[in-house]
């Protein structure tokens, strides 16, 4: 089974940045899209980024438009999330998810990628 590597995340000040990756495990894979969900401390999981494979069209969360982006290189099959202007409330663990099929009506709801990385935290001081 295909499993989601990132990297990237670590501890930033307030109007810091980072760049978060994430690559398959397993060689390369099929994917309609690519996204990012975190989950802070006592928050729900909530919608982060996402990416359409063909075309790379975009989607983002109303709090991280302009000042996060996302972005592929369909060659590795690999995506990425350069985060600008860090908040303490991007705190949390982030997680890169991936599916062959999602219908993308369906892109901000977690339910509907059948692939999710480990997760990795990010932590944004005040």
């Known amino acids: 089974q295909v499993q989601l590597v990132e990297s990237g995340g670590g501890l930033v000040q307030a109007g810091g940045s980072l760049r978060l990756s994430c690559a398959p495990s397993e060689g390369t894979f099929n994917s309609r899209a690519m996204g990012w969900f975190r989950q802070g401390p006592g928050k729900e999981r909530e919608f982060v980024a996402a990416i359409r494979w063909s075309g790379g069209y975009t989607y983002y969360s109303d709090s991280v438009k302009g000042r996060f982006t996302i972005s592929r290189d369909s060659a590795k099959n690999t995506v990425a999330l350069q985060m600008n202007l860090l908040k303490p409330e991007d705190t949390g663990v982030y997680y890169c998810?991936?599916?062959?099929?999602?219908?993308?009506?369906?892109?901000?709801?977690?339910?509907?990628?059948?692939?999710w990385g480990q997760g990795t935290q990010v932590t944004v001081s005040s």
């Open positions: 998810v991936s599916d062959p099929g999602i219908i993308l009506s369906q892109i901000r709801n977690p339910d509907a990628y059948r692939h």
